[in-house]
């Protein structure tokens, strides 16, 4: 009988240390479990801020997705422009910037053009040439140009003819003479005035008409001398012709005279 309830005994002991060893395990593996859900909470929100879910929308197939836009870079005009390492790759990657400038070129000259021929229908003038075998060596210009003497770019508003120094300067057309000036920046200068038109000749020396006088076209007005603000070029005659006040270009004006 004692042995029986020692056995009995023992069977009690042992179901309650079972019971006693499982609940700490147990206990053990929820806390270690709450412990990771609490690192892996703060790595992925670290804010605190509560996490929902994002409602999702289904669209059926082929049908149009609406509140997507789509946003391309505009490029700025240093990419349009950029500098390539072969011409052919400049021409395979910018066809386009390429096109709108060679358009927006055009309008501009076409647009000069206009200009021109109204200019050239509203004043009834025509040139010969100002010297004697006549070489242009800079043309006119609304554009700037470099100018090496004063080492500036501006617009060039006459026609540069190629001369030896003391060369005859012939009046291309007719007219008073009404303005002899000495500019610091072109020299000795003749105004000739003819009707709406004025012929302007920069860097002249031995000037062999006074103002008042009536000149004809062909008429031996002075010499060639020399330009200060192009003094770097070669030795040449500055020619410069103004239609109601504005500059225009003289070689619209000269006919084909040698």
Known sequence: MSKYYHQQSRKKRSRR????????????????????????NTVLNPTGAKLSASPTQSVEVNQPVTGVRTTFPVPTLGEIFRETESPAEAETETPTAVSEVTTQSATVDTTYSDEALQTMLSADLSLINPVRNAEVIREFSKDSVYYKTLNVWKPHTGTDFRAKLGDDVIAMAGGEVTGITEDKMFGKTLEISSNNAVCIYSGVADVRVKQGDRVEQGDVIGAVGSVPVEASDDAHLHVAVKVNGNYADPLNFIGNNA
């Not at 240390?17 to 892996?40: D, H, N, P, R």
């Open 17 to 40: 240390e079972k019971l006693g060893f499982y609940t700490a395990f147990a206990i053990c593996l929820i806390a270690i479990c709450m412990a990771v859900y609490s690192t892996y």
